[in-house]
DNA sequence: GTTCGTTACGTAGCTCGTAAAGATA
DNA sequence: TATCTTTACGAGCTACGTAACGAAC
């Protein structure tokens, strides 16, 4: 059933990228440029280029070779993703040299499916109602439905790459065709044992020495601006970002830290950790997020959406 | 303390996926070639481009504009998570136009970090307990958890992006460094309601009328050889790919499929479904699934990796 | 004729390899 | 000298805009 290519490297962009891991791989510029059949001027030219697109430098170089910098070491699984995610499109959707579709036989059709969108966070709220209601109302309607971040979303929105998105607004572009569909207030989660110390300091979590956890980087989380309020009044210090959601709940379960979220989600983190959790209203410290609905303006899905939309009043 | 640069376009690699994003987005070459500020013929040239390394047709041309071909709108997500990929990248280790590091001021040092990287399904078995024994074992060593598909882990060690690296094994390349963890059966997990009729059809599932629910892509899921033995024992036909664990859970709990799932991923499953699942072990119809833990031969991090390692003997 | 698209073609600039040079032991 | 790196430079290729062309209505 299943005829998989194996790419070493995906097609397209790969040089730069390539060039990049692989002298990361091999502590060398001379031994990478060597493993990619390229003379060492030239790997040397083409790092100095993605350095120079990038805007900042990612590899140290002295006599005796190279090593990353840290800004190197940071954007190194970024490049993985780009370039997994291309090898992984391109065997998906991939030729073999007879000229013959590849990898397997499942068409990917797209033409009259309703493609759905939701926040990662909100996506354990929503997907069951919305599976529910879209198979009641109409039971002749393929879907799909995906999990990203808002930022996403709402390129996805844009591209046509989606029909419909639910999000919890931020401060970056609202689209012409979103509505409102709740608004929620902001609670803190923390274990159960540190309950009491983070409540007798709500007004100095300073003093208060495990770190607040924030969700990815600060850029792609949902709400820099309301995230810079909530350190700048809490006063908090201690700092730690973690990669998901998963890794958050293992984090306040082993007792190493705190986070604020929106009130509904508190119910998924609960789900995720093995310990027993506490939250902390903070409805009135802070604005309220408010979850947002939309959809490109021009679409033919005109009876799923409202079906949705319905849900929420 | 944020200083968020908004960037409409990451610096590199955008021209040819900008250039087929605002097509999709426009509808038309020509608008399209007017909104990225160059040429028509310049626009049709970079997206002929892009197919052709590729390897698939991106879009249909006619004469009244464009539509994205089945190919197009399958990359168009992976597209979209490219460019905001490089987008946040280059604004959490951005420069300003002054020349000052711009996005926030936390320096992204990653010099002395003990990296681990687990697989996502195994991320909420194991975070917690690895974080007790670091704390418990290295009390000042600084680390980092992440989760990512298995490929994406293993390129991560090759690369030197990670230290550690947790995930079930599959049939691509096996690192020298690595050594068995664990192995366990597959179970079958579905809705309660379903579970006599698919009990009952366990040889020929053909005739249970609800689809095999597989995570993300095949070509991205772990065990490609497994899954397909899988549908060809089971017979199944009706197969539908999600997104994640989460659209897993509710499509489960929906009642619309049934999945097959390494038995200790099982309880993080019931975990996020709102309703009662049931399981068949499926130990005597297929091979077990292994666990493994793999780092760099050269790693300064001995003990932290032993630290781990016992923690499975 | 207008509005979509593509093809043709010359130029500017980029990328490559070869060759030479710089740094450190 | 040996082993890393970078810089210099010319040849060939690529990507761009201008201009011309094709198809549908």
Redesign the interface.
């Known amino acids: 059933?299943?005829h998989?290519i194996?790419r070493e490297w995906p097609?397209?962009?790969n040089e730069?990228l390539q060039s990049f891991?692989t002298a990361?791989?091999k502590?060398s510029l001379s031994m990478a440029a060597d493993a990619l059949h390229i003379t060492q001027p030239t790997l040397s030219y083409r790092i100095k280029k993605?350095e120079k697109?990038?805007?900042?430098k990612l590899i140290e170089r002295n006599w005796e070779g190279i090593k990353?910098t840290?800004?190197g070491?940071?954007?190194?699984?970024?490049a993985?993703?780009?370039?997994?995610?291309?090898k992984?499109?391109?065997?998906?959707?991939?030729?073999n040299s007879d000229g013959n579709q590849a990898?397997?036989e499942?068409?990917?059709?797209?033409?009259g499916i309703f493609r759905i969108g939701i926040n990662?966070l909100l996506?354990?709220l929503f997907?069951?109602s919305f599976?529910?209601e879209l198979?009641n109302d109409h039971p002749d309607l393929e879907f799909?439905?995906?999990?990203?971040?808002t930022?996403?979303l709402k390129?996805?929105i844009?591209?046509?790459?989606i029909d419909l998105a639910v999000y919890y607004g931020n401060e970056?572009h609202i689209h012409t065709h979103s509505s409102l569909i709740g608004t929620e207030e902001v609670v803190l989660l923390c274990h159960e044992d540190d309950f009491h110390d983070i409540q007798k300091n709500l007004d100095n979590l300073q003093s208060f020495n495990k770190p607040f956890l924030s969700y990815d980087?600060?850029?792609?989380s949902n709400n820099?601006e309301l995230?810079?309020i909530i350190?700048?009044t809490l006063n908090v210090r201690a700092?730690k970002t973690?990669?998901?959601w998963?890794?958050m709940?293992?984090?306040i379960?082993?007792k190493?830290g705190y986070t604020i979220i929106p009130r509904s989600s508190v119910s998924?983190m609960i789900?995720?950790s093995?310990?027993p959790l506490k939250t902390i209203p903070l409805g009135d410290m802070f604005p309220h997020i408010k979850m947002y609905m939309s959809h490109p303006k021009d679409s033919i899905f005109k009876g799923p959406i409202n079906s949705i939309k319905n849900l929420f009043e």
Do not use: C, W
């Open positions: 059933m299943f998989l194996k097609i397209i962009f730069e891991l990361s791989n502590k993605l697109d990038l805007g900042f990353l840290n800004e070491q940071y954007f190194l699984p970024y993985v993703r780009i370039l997994e995610d291309l992984n499109v391109q065997n998906v959707i991939g030729f990898t397997y499942i068409v990917h059709k797209n033409e990662s996506s354990s997907t069951e599976i529910m198979s799909d439905i995906i999990t990203r971040p930022n996403i390129n996805l844009d591209y046509k790459g970056t980087n600060p850029v792609l820099i995230l810079d350190l700048t700092f973690l990669d998901n998963i890794i709940a293992s984090y379960a082993a190493k998924q789900n995720l093995s310990a």
